[in-house]
């Protein structure tokens, strides 16, 4: 008999989670519910934090190895434009399918609420919204770190990266004395992401606490007030799959459906954890089991964590449509094709803050008068949505991953047989 794998732990913790929580609501009072939703939190947050304790000396050990590995400024320069010009498509096509759904749909426009300007400051608090961080100033001093440490400590994965650069390309000029520097930080990723494999054995019990704390406190009754947006939103979701795949399978061929199996599990790790960051350091070793080369792998896959939000991108302007059809802001063609143009600027500036999907909505809102308190419509659904967008932005960076490792011709067979997994 074939041993349960970490997918199969995860989707039971998933039910019990369901089950769990449904039993608290309906039995445990108020009180208790609260009890349960703070314990329950507590352990997901655990869990959270033992990945984000890993996530910055990983990015920094193994994108400093793969860069000195590349051997020029030239390799760097070439990946980083094939990576970029990929991320920038995939952002436009998740904001353009968006746009679409949400005008056949029209899902906001049978609510009819009445603006009430002014009352979005005083409903949103600056905890949650800080539209300080769109301004284009602060996103390009944000990228330089003042201190590496500080950017380790925060988890500031895009001025991680931009240190990486420097000091794995200073590394390789330095030949035989770099390649102690180069043989340590090697060393120090395999340690790291042993680390990885002792931290994911809670992942099931993670799963299981984030999904029971959600339907206790919101019960079934969530599913069903918000039920058509939320099915249309992974319908959505499901149709951006799958013209991902589509479109990497140009590439790769068949081979896309191998990626989808190799990764499985880091999927349902994010879907069920509401979290992206969950699945980062075991994805790069999937990655390089499935053929990508250890320098494409972990150049890239840092860099979409910044850059790659697929399924954010998706949810920005299904909710900023959304939010504008509910309070009857009519907005023509012209006006829609800016505000994409305006979300993938702004979205690229926000990776690590706090509800950042939030964040860009709420700063694009305001450039064109519609009421920002529609945001609080969502909020209530925001972690079930949430599930969605983490699992899209995992897939998404894997497949540009595989993607420009093809486009380099560095492609290989797969370390393992994806299909006997």
């Excluded at 352990?43 to 400093?64: E, G, H, N, Q, Y």
């Excluded at 240190?163 to 990723?189: H, N, Q, R």
Aim: net charge neutral; hydrophobic share 55%; aromatic share 8%.
């Amino acid at each position: 008999m074939q041993k349960m794998g970490l997918t199969g732990w995860i989707l039971v913790a998933m039910l019990l989670g369901v089950a769990l929580g449904l039993w608290v609501h309906y039995n445990a009072g108020p009180s208790g519910i609260e009890n349960f939703s703070g314990a329950a939190s507590t352990i997901t947050d655990i869990f959270l934090r033992l990945i984000k304790m890993i996530i910055a000396p990983l990015v920094f050990s193994t994108l400093v190895v793969g860069i000195a590995k590349l051997g020029d400024i030239k390799a760097v320069g070439r990946i980083g434009g094939k990576t970029l010009l990929w991320f920038m498509g995939a952002t436009f096509l998740s904001l353009l399918l968006g746009m679409i759904v949400m005008n056949a749909l029209q899902l906001g426009s049978g609510l009819n609420l009445p603006a009430s300007p002014g009352s979005a400051t005083a409903t949103i608090s600056a905890a949650v919204i800080d539209q300080s961080t769109l301004s284009a100033r602060s996103f390009i001093t944000h990228v330089f770190p003042t201190s590496i440490f500080e950017a380790m400590s925060g988890n500031l994965i895009l001025q991680i990266v931009v240190f990486s650069v420097f000091f794995g390309i200073s590394t390789a000029s330095l030949s035989e004395s770099g390649k102690i520097i180069i043989k340590a930080l090697d060393a120090l990723s395999q340690v790291v992401l042993r680390m990885t494999g002792y931290v994911m054995y809670l992942a099931p019990v993670a799963a299981l606490a984030a999904i029971a704390s959600v339907i206790a406190v919101k019960g079934p009754e969530l599913l069903f007030t918000y039920g058509k947006f939320i099915i249309s939103f992974y319908l959505t979701i499901l149709a951006l799959w799958l013209l991902l795949l589509l479109i990497a399978s140009i590439f790769v061929g068949r081979r896309v459906i191998d990626l989808v199996v190799s990764i499985k599990d880091m999927i349902l790790l994010a879907f069920s954890t509401a979290s992206s960051e969950a699945a980062f350091p075991r994805l790069i070793p999937e990655l390089e089991n499935f053929g990508c080369p250890p320098k494409i792998a972990s150049f890239v896959l840092p860099l979409g964590y910044s850059f790659n939000l697929d399924g954010s991108m998706l949810y920005m302007t299904f909710a900023s449509l959304f939010i504008a059809q509910a309070y009857g802001v009519p907005l023509t063609l012209g006006q829609q094709l800016s505000m994409l143009l305006v979300l993938m600027l702004t979205s690229k500036g926000v990776a690590g803050v706090p509800r950042a999907a939030l964040v860009v909505i709420a700063g694009t809102l305001s450039l064109y008068n519609i009421p920002q308190q529609g945001l609080l419509l969502l909020l209530g659904i925001d972690q079930i949505l949430d599930m969605a967008r983490s699992a899209t932005n995992v897939l998404g960076n894997s497949i540009a991953s595989v993607v420009v490792s093809k486009w380099e011709g560095e492609l290989g067979a797969a370390a393992v047989d994806v299909n006997k997994v």
